[in-house]
């Protein structure tokens, strides 16, 4: 089975179409739909250009 079979105990649709509350839910849960990195990739990409960009003025200054 995958994930696409997935069936919603609510409304009888399959989770993937998201067609209730509760399919959004749990497509959300799994994963269904995300089609970028999430948040957690761009706070780490944020942090490093921050540590890039004060380790640059530092030399600058220095």
């Keep these: 089975m995958r994930r696409d079979d997935l069936v919603c105990a609510n409304c009888a649709g399959r989770v993937s179409e998201g067609r209730c509350p509760v399919c959004r839910a749990s497509r959300d849960q ?33």
């Design 30 to 62: 799994y994963g269904y739909g995300r089609t970028g990195p999430s948040a957690t990739v761009w706070m780490v990409l944020a942090v490093l250009a921050a540590l890039i960009a004060a380790v640059a003025l530092e030399g600058r200054f220095a």
